[in-house]
């Protein structure tokens, strides 16, 4: 018997899964807790959004397996993790773009190339274990599924045994502070992911000083055969989340012996779209144009992009406070930010870098609000550009990120419908 603690998607998603492999199981979380049951059953999964302070941790900890672990063993067992091979992108900023830039690239080029099937998982889209029944539910003898996964830290704290194929990690940020103990623990969960990787990984230059020189580490980024203006991306952040996905499948093929040319891969890199959400142009409303970065969560992300705008804006931003250290903004605001509107608990801890930044600001609790106000102040100083970068967790205030940005796009309408 297996015990899943955690509702919510990953939960849902690991007992669908459980059942479609007849395994017994039992879902719950703190609202009705089966301490007897806890006790019997023989493992728990638990969710990774539960922090490590939670009693589960203490009261059960010899039980205590996380999603990943689970799908590993289970599939060993099933004699399937054989047809798998998976592919991890972390880092603090940039890993969804790359993840989707290596997903479209080896959707384009390797699947036709040698009889795979290519996945893909992001943190807070979809759970693993809901890829994985897929996969089931689709499942095609002599076939390699290749996953692409993108994890954030905590996802991985407690991962013992499963092991990715290659990986990448290219940054490091202080981030989620709301969730580890400190910023070396938050560097430490990204470790366990670069220990676990069995073949190949992709390596910040910081991070193989610490680790020390290995076979199966490299940081070799192959970039001098991109060029950025032709493909559908800006800025030089982009640049670089290109070059690792273009060196990560350069090493792929490399080592497969696929008939694939490094020209054959930059002409289906100059042909993917960046992801939705991503500093995307929504709308321009009298002569101001509106930009949605509606799933940043982290300082570097906004540092980012305010480079690449060309001249002044206004922000919409905020969120549930991960504890980031939003000191590093104090100059890229004062140089590009015309105003500023502020949302949710964060607020308070970024409007003391805007005073140091002589920026003025106002302080919402509502999106809709935060939006008109924006657009206001726009026309009223002859701001072009709006930007909303929430560079916060979207917890408390809305669902996820999804859910932030439609309520933002659901914002825009009714503001335009007023205009």
């Known amino acids: 018997m297996i015990a899943i603690y955690g509702k919510w998607q990953i939960g849902t998603a690991l007992k669908n899964l459980m059942d479609k492999l007849n395994i ?34 203490k009261k059960y900890k010899k039980k205590i397996i996380w999603e990943f672990d689970f799908i590993r063993e289970t599939l060993q067992e099933n004699e399937m993790l054989q047809s798998f091979e998976f592919i991890w992108i972390t880092w603090t900023d940039g890993k969804s773009t790359t993840t989707w830039v290596v997903y479209n690239l080896f959707k384009e080029l390797i699947s036709p190339s040698n009889n795979s099937i290519v996945w893909t998982w992001g943190t807070t889209d979809i759970p693993l ?34 092991k990715f194929d290659y990986s990448i990690w290219l940054n490091f940020f202080a981030d989620h502070l709301d969730w580890h103990v400190d910023a070396e623990e938050y560097f430490n969960s990204k470790t366990n992911i670069v220990k676990s990787t ?12 610490k680790f020390g020189q290995k076979d199966n580490y490299d940081i070799e980024i192959q970039e001098n055969n991109i060029d950025i203006w032709k493909t559908k991306f800006v800025g030089q952040h ?13 090493k792929y093929i490399k080592d497969k012996e696929l008939n694939i040319s490094s020209f054959d891969v930059l002409e289906k890199l100059y042909e993917i779209k960046p992801l939705s959400h991503r500093t995307e142009f929504i709308k321009q409303i009298w002569e101001i144009k509106i930009y949605d970065d509606g799933k940043s969560t982290t300082v570097q992300n906004l540092k980012a992009w305010m480079q690449s705008f060309g001249e002044k804006l206004i922000i919409i931003a905020g969120g549930s406070d991960k504890w980031a250290d939003f000191s590093e ?17 964060a607020a308070k801890n970024m409007w003391e870098i805007l005073k140091r930044s002589w920026v003025d600001y106002t302080i919402t609790w509502n999106l809709q609000l935060a939006i008109t106000r924006a657009y206001e102040m726009a026309k009223k100083t002859k701001t072009k550009i709006i930007l909303f970068s929430p560079w916060c967790a979207s917890f408390d205030m809305f669902q996820n990120r999804l859910d932030r940005v439609e309520k933002f796009l659901d914002a825009i309408q009714v503001l335009e419908g007023k205009n």
């Open 24 to 57: 017994p199981n039992r879902l719950m979380d703190d609202d009705d807790a089966d301490h007897k049951f806890l006790k019997a059953c023989n493992q728990i999964v638990v969710n990774p959004w539960i922090k490590p302070k939670h009693s589960i941790y």
């Open 129 to 162: 274990s809901q890829v994985v029944y897929q996969i089931l539910e689709n499942w095609r003898e002599n076939y390699n599924n290749i996953v692409i996964i993108e994890t954030s830290s905590f996802v991985w704290h407690n991962i013992k045994k499963f």
């Open 198 to 209: 069995k073949h190949w990984a992709i390596l910040w230059k910081t991070v193989i000083e």
């Open 238 to 250: 982009n640049l670089e989340n290109l070059s690792h996905a273009y060196s990560l499948i350069l």
């Open 329 to 345: 903004l104090q100059d890229i605001f004062a140089e590009k930010l015309n105003w500023a509107v502020l949302i949710w608990e």
